[in-house]
């Protein structure tokens, strides 16, 4: 690897200099830039992806362009297997093998699982037990117990586990996280998040069927991106309550252009789920999400003791964030971070980062499995008519450093 400068590169095999001191400590193969003494990692990490549909394009392009500089995208695969020769063909990727192929290749570290969401769980066993990290799509898994497996394993093997979404690693939320902490809206009491969208009946996804499913449904399928923006901003969730409805037991596909217009087909999960949820810090959150409406409705809100913060959509890495304050005036905040564009692929740069520092990466298996816990405890407090009081806790995710530059995750 280069650095962006026009000094002399000092390589360094097998341990970092600490910056002050000069003298090495842990970590992996890197080079120390004697101009700005920024850290260069002198070999990037192989990835491997099974799954080559929709979701596959954007993992693709990030992780072939804007974040090459650590990670390498060795080949693809997919039970589809003409579709993962196109992705290969598109995106340049070196291979385009089967499942088995892509687990056995020995150069091959991370595997990126975009499967549907009830294959996450077993394929994530399978690359684990072929001594691979993994970064999966969300959700992590359907239940507890298919994610405490993985979790299990991989802690066994000195694996990293990580799961989407990593959009809270771009500008719109870490500035956000930055906002909170540096005490702009005092102390955070109370959050408001709502995401109101259509549902299938359009059929023109091609896996459209997924979204009736759990795991599809608007708790598990977009409820990730707020409740790990507000565990980011606010911690850990410690019980839940809620009400998880379902409209329709059926849909009918009614869009003539859709191969499937005409059909009627199951939906076999809550579509209207509203929760209420209670932070370790003291904090309460409401949360609405909703498949049965049009069009999309995002809005994510914390209030504080001296200014509430609108928080830009968690499905997306900017936007705009805004404060006002108690004398009336609402102030739009500048980005502190970078990253304000389409980033996804950024938690399996963050995972190579880690596997070569030693550090934990950021979008965890642990936070996941929280995130998890939330969404099913939500459906049993539902059921149950009563709040659930989690299994589960985890850390606030370390903040991004400020002043990153060329696509970099550490400073």
Known sequence: ??????????????????????????GGESTVCAWTERKIFIRRIKIGIIGAGVISGIYLKNCTGMFDHIVEVKAIADLVPELARKRAEEFNVPHAYTVDELLADPEI????????PAAHAPLNLKALHAGKHVYTE???ALTRED????????????LLVGCAPDTFLGAGIQTCIKLIDDGWIGKPYAANGTIIMGNASGGMHPNFRNFLKLGGDPLMDMGPYYLTALIALLGPVRRVTG??????????????????????????????????LDFANGAVASLQAAKESFGYAPRLEIFGTEGNLTVPDPNFFGGSIFIKFANGEAKEMPHSHPFAEE????GVADMAYAILSGRANRASGRLARHVLDISLGIFEASAADRHIYLESAVERPQPLPLGLKYNRLDA
């Open 138 to 140: 969300k959700p992590f």
């Open 147 to 158: 994610a405490d497996e993985v979790l299990a394993l991989a802690e066994q093997k000195g």
């Open 109 to 116: 570290e991370i595997v990126l699982n975009l499967t549907a």
């Open 243 to 276: 009400s998880a409805q379902q409209l329709n037991k059926e849909l009918t596909i009614l869009n003539p252009k859709s191969p499937a217009f005409g059909q009627t087909v199951p939906v076999e999960a809550p579509t209207n789920v509203t929760a209420v």
């Open 343 to 346: 980033g996804r692929g950024m």
């Open 1 to 26: 690897m280069s650095c962006a400068c026009p000094y002399a590169i000092i390589r360094v095999s097998k341990s970092i200099f600490h910056r002050k001191t000069g003298l090495p400590s842990e």
